[in-house]
């Protein structure tokens, strides 16, 4: 008997399981266990994956659904993984609770890297290993070292095909081989969704406003993003579009709608504000909008790829600048929107929908940046970015490296080894600022 496992937290990771499902990416077995967990900060007062519109008509290509919150209570789900000690009491306890006896346990995870995906993979130490996912981070680097004893278990990274054309670097390290899930099988799974969101308003053709609650991971301040907000708003504004929807984050508190509200008064924009937790890509089949504007949010993506829909894009140069550590997992994704998709302010740019880089410039600078993020894990990347750095840094390529990282890993565009000294030298600090005081001086009576 063989049982596959798929873990999922999101109805957009779900819908991809499903159209992997419907693609016949997964071989046949005697059953299938849907485990859901809510990673949200506060589960009890946040609705479940299994509670929102739309899952129960995935719900089909599983035989079972399974609580993970509900079995490891009372422990979050992102911050619990068994001691090493434990992991073959657990591994009995999963099975006779899940009257799984003496079953080949197949497992596919999202998220490898942390929990709860890397503690389920070290529970059943034995099952191979799918990792499927359903956003951009999977073109970036895996951002941390993972135990060879689950790394080499993985047998390939599922992913939808969101920039053609460019390969994915997560998990290259194991030898995983990526494989797409098939754009059409994806589409018609959104398909089935279309009209799960009975109470959303009908609005033709808006100008779509995507929030991402970055607050929420101290990238920006709650203020910061409620200006982005507000950016978004008049950006399509400026660009014609008075019919206007936003879409907060489920997690977003709702003075960020207060906001915006107030805003569109001023503008005199028909400003239309979702309660309705669903689905980006539910609004783009219901409302086919005219624009869909965000900052880094996959759906940019699928909104331009899978269903041919203008999007724009404005924040992300802030946000280049803004992430740190370097390696954080939301570097890439930035990059890529940031060097694909048109800026909000560039009208001529939105309105041809101008791409920023070719897809064989974009890998490139991928693979430079994980390489900058992740040199430990990648070191076979070393040259690659030498050659990359020599050839293509410029006042653009700029944004997206740090000058004191690539100094640390002693790479072109970092301070030579010679000079290394001066950022630390006292003397020399005082005697810039002394500088750059006199010449703001200057300016000022100028």
């Avoid at 990771?13 to 299938?32: N, V």
């Avoid at 390290?173 to 018609?188: L, M, Q, R």
């Amino acid at each position: 008997m063989t049982t596959q496992i798929f873990l999922a937290s999101t109805l957009y990771g779900t819908a991809t399981l499903a159209a992997a499902l419907d693609s016949e990416c997964f071989a046949p077995a005697d059953r299938r266990i849907l485990l859901v967990s809510n990673n949200a900060a506060t589960p009890e007062t946040t609705p479940g994956l299994d509670e929102v519109p739309g899952f129960e008509r995935l719900r089909g290509r599983f035989d079972e659904v399974i609580s993970w919150n509900e079995t490891i209570h009372p422990f979050h789900p992102g911050g619990w993984a068994p001691r090493l000690d434990d992991v073959p009491l657990w591994e009995r306890h999963l099975r006779l609770l899940w009257n799984l006896g003496d079953d080949d346990v197949e497992l596919a995870v999202e998220s490898i890297q942390v929990n709860p995906a890397l503690g389920v993979c070290q529970i059943f130490t034995g099952a191979p290993v799918t990792v499927y996912a359903d956003g951009l981070m999977s073109y970036g680097p895996t951002r941390n070292k993972i135990d060879p004893l689950v790394g080499t278990r993985v047998d390939r990274l599922l992913h939808l095909d969101l920039v053609p054309g460019l390969k994915p670097l997560l998990l290259t390290e194991f030898g995983v081989e990526p494989e797409i899930v098939p754009t059409d099988a994806f589409s018609k799974v959104l398909a089935e969704l279309e009209d799960t969101g009975d109470a959303l308003p009908a609005v033709q053709a808006p100008a779509l406003l995507l929030g991402q609650y970055l607050s929420a991971l101290d990238i920006l301040t709650a203020v910061e993003e409620e200006n982005l907000h507000v950016r978004m708003l008049k950006g399509a504004v400026a660009l014609g579009h008075t019919r206007v929807v936003f879409k907060p984050h489920p997690s977003a508190p709702a003075r960020f709608s207060r906001t915006l509200e107030k805003e569109a008064e001023k503008l005199g924009a028909d400003l239309t504000v979702l309660d309705t937790p669903v689905l980006a890509e539910v609004l783009y089949q219901r409302m086919r909008p005219a624009l869909v504007v965000g900052c880094f949010s996959t759906a940019l993506l699928t909104a331009s790829e899978f269903h041919g829909l203008p999007v724009a894009r404005i924040g992300t140069e802030t946000l280049l600048e803004r992430l740190t550590p370097y390696e954080n997992s939301n570097r890439v994704p930035v990059t890529i929107v940031d060097a694909l998709l048109p800026e909000l302010t560039a009208r001529k740019a939105v309105e041809d929908q101008r791409r920023g880089m070719e897809v064989e410039d974009l890998e490139a600078l991928v693979r430079t940046v994980g390489f900058a993020m992740q040199p430990k894990i990648y070191p076979g990347l070393r040259a690659h970015a030498e050659r990359y750095l020599t050839e293509h840094l410029s006042p653009h390529t700029w944004r997206y490296f740090k000058r004191r990282r690539l100094t640390s890993l002693a790479l072109p565009g970092g301070i030579p080894v010679q000079l290394a000294f001066i950022p630390r030298n006292a003397t020399v600090r005082r005697v810039a600022r002394r500088a750059r005081s006199l010449r703001r001086g200057r300016a000022a009576r100028g």
